[in-house]
C-alpha cells in the first residue's frame, strides 16, 4: 500500500522569505501524480500545484514549485517570496490512477506559519 | 472552481442518530468522494462514486453508507452516528478536461456527535 509522509508538523517563514515543505511517499508503481493542497482556515482545501511522475521537470505555479525527485520518493514544495496569506496547512498527497477509483493518499499536514 | 457544495456545512447530533450529508455538483463529472479529515491523519476515503448507482468502499467505510441516484448528488449517511464520527467531511469530484486525475474539494462539513 502507499504511504505519504510529511515530518515537518510545523513550518515558520519570515515574510518575503523562501521556505521548503518536504513531503516523501512509498510505492511501488511507476504512474502516479502527486499534489500539494493547501488548507487555510476557512478549512476549504485548495489545489496548489500537480506533477505527473513521468514527467521529469518539475512543475511551478508562480511563487510555488516542487522539486521532484522520482528515484528518492521525494516530493517537496518550496513557496518563494512567501506572503501573509500563504499560511494555512498544507498537505501532500499521492494519486495512483489504479486504485479505487484513484483516490488521493495524503499526509499529515504541515503546519505554515509566516512572520510579518 | 469545480461547482461543488456540501450541505449542511455544520451540524450538531447526538449518538444513534441518522445523519445524511449531501454533496452537490454542477460540473457532471462522473467520479465522486467523501472524505474525512482528522487531526493527524489528513484526508482519508470514505467512499467513492463511478456513475449513477456506482459506489464502492474507502479505507474507512464502517459505519458509512452511500447513494447516487443522480449524477450530481452523492448522499452520506450516517445510520447511527457515534463520536468517534465526529470529523469534517468533504466531498471532491475530479476535474473534466486535462484535469481529470486532480481532485477538487468541496467547502466541508463539520460534523460533532455528542
Known amino acids: 500500500a502507499q504511504t505519504v509522509t510529511q515530518s515537518q508538523p510545523e513550518m515558520s517563514v519570515q515574510e518575503a522569505e523562501t521556505v521548503t515543505l518536504s513531503c516523501t511517499y512509498d510505492?511501488?508503481?511507476?504512474?502516479?501524480?502527486l499534489f500539494w493542497y493547501k488548507q487555510p482556515p476557512s478549512r476549504q482545501m485548495i489545489l496548489v500545484i500537480r506533477q505527473e511522475a513521468y514527467k521529469q521537470q518539475n512543475a511551478t505555479e508562480n511563487r510555488f514549485s516542487v522539486n521532484f525527485q522520482k528515484a528518492a520518493k521525494s516530493f517537496s514544495l518550496k513557496i518563494s517570496d512567501s506572503q501573509l496569506g500563504d499560511a494555512a496547512m498544507y498537505f501532500c498527497?499521492?494519486?495512483?490512477?489504479?486504485?479505487?477509483?484513484?483516490?488521493?493518499?495524503f499526509g499529515q499536514g504541515t503546519e505554515l506559519s509566516v512572520k510579518p | 472552481d469545480a461547482g461543488i457544495t456540501q450541505s449542511p456545512r455544520h451540524k450538531v447530533t447526538e449518538t444513534g442518530t441518522p445523519v445524511t450529508l449531501r454533496c452537490h455538483q454542477t460540473e457532471n463529472h462522473r467520479y465522486m468522494y467523501w472524505y474525512r479529515q482528522d487531526p493527524g491523519h489528513g484526508l482519508r476515503l470514505i467512499h467513492y462514486?463511478?456513475?449513477?448507482?456506482?459506489?464502492d468502499k474507502g479505507e474507512v467505510s464502517d459505519g458509512y453508507s452511500v447513494s447516487r441516484s443522480k449524477t450530481e448528488d452523492f448522499l452520506l449517511t450516517l445510520e447511527s452516528a457515534t463520536s468517534s464520527q465526529t470529523s469534517v467531511y468533504f466531498c471532491?469530484?475530479?476535474?473534466?478536461?486535462?484535469?481529470?486525475?486532480?481532485?477538487?474539494f468541496g467547502p466541508g462539513t463539520r460534523l460533532t456527535v455528542l
Open positions: 471532491a469530484i475530479n476535474g473534466g478536461g486535462l484535469n481529470t486525475d486532480t481532485q477538487y
Open positions: 462514486s463511478y456513475g449513477v448507482k456506482d459506489t
Open positions: 498527497a499521492y494519486r495512483s490512477p489504479y486504485n479505487q477509483g484513484g483516490k488521493l493518499i
Open positions: 510505492t511501488s508503481e511507476s504512474d502516479y501524480y
